[in-house]
């Protein structure tokens, strides 16, 4: 055996075998959690799509950086049940964040963070990770997530008779009454209207809100803008984006305001749905694990007051930027009003009463 050089090989592979296990023993597994910011331009939402190369996801560059730095093992990129892998939250196509969650088991290897952002691009960062108990789930554990949406004010000019386009800007009266209308969505509402493929009498359909409002305007180079921003316990697919499209159809004076109402009701309603391109996810929380755990001597709460700083200089280096640069080029919100008038607004209230009468 020695002489073909079996032996010598198997003792090598044997050698190397041992080396990855003193590894292994020296970093064990942990369940983790790692605060995530990125910008979506350009990614079909954060959710991997194993199989489907052609449609790039936030978690493929991020299991790829884990497996890269040595976090985890290269066959647990593929199945990522291995590593127990939970997201908070699965953000649409060209949506960002800023404060994304994924749990995890991972090895602790030295300098965890920094060798996991040398194998991400710049506008995908992990800006703060924490241990968390054995059976920890980002979704299952988390009690409410905020949004923000970033949009030019003139997105709210009059349809008939306010300037259209970026010389507009918000006036008072019109930012009461777009904070009024944001308002009406709070507590639970049978939100069917607001996603698809979800019948008016899916129990899933019923959502909480907690608040949602819209900030003082500021001027970006030379375009006004403004943040809405959105708490609420669990949201659907396309959800946020057709809460603040209805918001917009209104105030522009394409719908009346009972159409809110009415898109509560069993029936079918035409909401419009706004670009993807303002949605961020800012924050998830987590309430009740921290009362919990937070303060058992082990764990720590999942409070990220440390890392406000980092979120921020992100956001204002890569999320709105992004925002603004894509809106010029593209114009996104501009191209997008354009539809509005193509929505039937109150055709399916009709439509209901003579089906009403030709069932009878």
């Keep these: 055996p020695e002489e073909n050089g079996h032996q010598n090989k198997r003792l090598k592979s044997d050698a190397d075998e041992e080396d990855i296990e003193d590894q292994n023993k020296k970093s064990p597994k942990r369940k983790i959690v790692l605060l995530m910011a ?83 691009p710049s506008h995908i960062r992990i800006l703060g990770l924490k241990r968390v108990t054995g059976g920890f789930n980002s979704k299952n554990k988390c009690d ?41 969505y709070r507590g639970t509402h049978n939100f069917h209207n607001f996603t698809s493929q979800k019948g008016p009498r899916d129990p899933s359909a019923k959502r909480y809100i907690m608040e949602m409002y819209c900030g003082e305007p500021f001027v970006r180079e030379n375009m006004e803008f403004a943040v809405i921003k959105v708490k609420g316990q669990s949201f659907m697919m396309h959800q946020i984006r057709k809460m603040i499209g209805l918001v917009i159809a209104i105030v522009k004076g394409y719908a009346a305001e009972s159409i809110m109402e009415r898109s509560w009701g069993e029936e079918k309603v035409d909401v419009p749905k706004a670009p993807g391109l303002g949605l961020v996810l800012e924050k998830v929380h987590f309430e ?73």
């Design 38 to 120: 990125y910008s979506g331009k350009g990614y079909h939402g954060m959710q991997r799509n194993v199989g489907s190369s052609q449609f790039k996801t936030i978690e493929d560059d991020l299991v790829s950086a884990l497996v890269q730095s040595g976090c985890i093992p290269e066959n647990h990129g593929e199945d990522m049940k291995k590593m127990s892998f939970q997201r908070c939250a699965r953000t649409d196509k060209g949506v960002s964040a800023a404060g994304q969650i994924v749990s995890l088991k991972v090895r602790l290897i030295d300098d965890i963070l920094e060798k996991i952002n040398n194998h991400l």
């Design 144 to 184: 409410a997530r905020t949004y923000s949406y970033m949009l030019p004010t003139f997105a709210f000019a009059h349809k008939d008779h306010d300037v259209q386009e970026e010389l507009y800007r918000l006036d008072r009266e019109t930012l009461g009454r777009v904070n009024k209308l944001l308002a009406c």
């Design 288 to 360: 009740k694990y921290n009362r919990r755990f937070g303060n058992d001597g082990l764990h720590e709460p999942l409070e990220w007051t440390e890392e406000e700083e980092k979120i921020a200089v992100f956001k204002e280096q890569y999320i709105y930027p992004t925002i603004i640069n894509t809106e010029r080029e593209e114009k996104s919100m501009a191209n997008w009003l354009n539809t509005l008038p193509i929505h039937d607004f109150n055709s399916s209230a009709v439509e209901m009463q003579t089906n009403n009468k030709n069932s009878k």
